[in-house]
């Protein structure tokens, strides 16, 4: 009798644990924050509620003996050092569970890495100057820490961006994982990226479905994207994929999805891959112009 009672106990915890355990591994919405002074500040960002990632958008200028800087657009002026503001918003993101990684590259800068020594030598510069708790006058974002580093390369050279992989991911520890994300174009495989995705190192990889015809949506037409997710699902050792979309039809030259369109042809059919971890946005700004965020998340 005694033992009987305990059951519906036991399957109460259970269930519960079972909820935590989705919960933890739950998917969710990647963003690009920096590039648009109108798009609020990151706090304002992350208390949305409505992101799990996001990516400060860009450290535009490294490598290649080149002493690093940040453009963060209408926000701040890092030559100022006006840009450690910012601080206070990666920590209040963090409080709320939403992961910040300082995103490398863009559409527009001065990047590329030399050798593998000059790799290294980034590293280097990123781990201590964004990603270490060692407090420096020189930390172009202030003391907080970020949580890992984004690679979203479209410029310059296309080696060595392994190595650079490699050697951030070696900081990495236990107590302080140091997570890695790729934003590589959808061609499969990525001419810049291809060879760092190999390493089997990245946490998060949101590839972009944009601004790429053969492997987009288009025209009411879901097939190539959905052939090319496939692809990338099936090829490459990564912790979780993520769809990246713009998040209006202004944001990219091609390649935007009607929400109407991505909740009922498209999620339905991604998600079936242990890999799906949600949808990347480009960009925060867009977002709040169109609301798309709120018109997939209960779907995502």
Known sequence: MARNSQTPLLLLVLSAQLVLIRLCHASGVAVYWGQNGNEGTLAETCATGKYKY????????????????????????????????????????????????????????????????????????????????KKSTSRPLGDAVLDGIDFDIELGSTQYWDVLARSLKAYSKPRRAVYLAGAPQCPFPDKFLGGALNTGLFDYVWVQFYNNPQCQYSSGNTDNLINSWNKWTTSIKAGLIFLGLPAAPEAAGSGFIPAMVLNSEVLPVIKKSPKYGGVMLWSKFYDDQSGYSSSIIGNV
Do not use: M
């Open 54 to 133: 996001v990516n400060i958008a860009f450290l535009n200028k490294f490598g290649n003996g080149q002493t690093p800087e940040i453009n963060l657009a209408g926000h701040c002026n890092p030559a100022s050092n006006g840009c450690t503001i910012v601080s206070s918003g990666i920590t209040s993101c963090q409080s709320q569970g939403v992961k910040v990684l300082l995103s490398l590259g863009g559409g527009i800068g001065n990047y590329s890495l030399a050798s593998p020594a000059d790799a290294r030598a980034v590293a280097d510069y990123l781990w201590h100057n964004f990603l270490s708790g």
